[in-house]
């Protein structure tokens, strides 16, 4: 084969490629649809998942997030031995339940101590916590015992 027919097989090849991909040419006031590749790339073995499986695992996450709201408790608390152990820890063990926090504390300060000491062994929020000086131990008892 001469050389002026190699050059030549070898153009007709790349117009059949070119012709082949839909490739747009220059000067065509036509617009061609480029084609895409047949393979995935995936392997063949593996099969696509479906969309119908995101909202089961959707549902799964839901329950589960379900279940363990329902284990919680509303807010924390603790048993009511354990709290009054808690509120005189914090205070003193001269005092029965029913005394006022202002007997007890007369200075707001204190009491905003105490009130603190009872919430970080709770643990909950300071402000949950009733800390009037008309306030009694019992009370303090009864906002922070789950019973």
């Known amino acids: 084969m001469t050389k002026k ?11 059949k490629d070119d012709a082949s991909k839909k490739i747009p040419r220059r ?3 036509r617009k061609k649809i480029l084609k895409r590749p047949k393979s995935t790339g995936r392997p063949k073995g593996k099969k696509k998942r479906g969309k119908a499986a995101k909202p089961v695992a959707v549902e799964r ?4 997030k379900e279940s363990i709201v329902a284990e919680a408790p509303a ?5 009511r031995p354990q709290a009054v152990v808690l509120v005189r820890s914090c205070g003193t ?5 029913s005394t006022p926090l202002g007997n007890i504390f007369p200075d707001p300060n204190q009491r905003l101590q105490f ?5 970080d062994g709770v643990p909950i929020d300071r402000s949950e916590i009733p800390c009037g000086a008309t306030t009694t131990l019992q009370q303090v008892v009864d906002a922070i015992s789950c019973e």
Do not use: I, T
């Open 5 to 15: 027919k190699k050059v030549k097989a070898q153009k007709k090849r790349l117009a």
């Open 27 to 29: 000067g065509s006031s």
């Open 61 to 64: 996450a839901a329950l589960k």
């Open 75 to 79: 807010k924390p608390c603790l048993p």
């Open 93 to 97: 063990d001269d005092f029965a339940l």
């Open 115 to 119: 009130c603190q000491c009872v919430a």
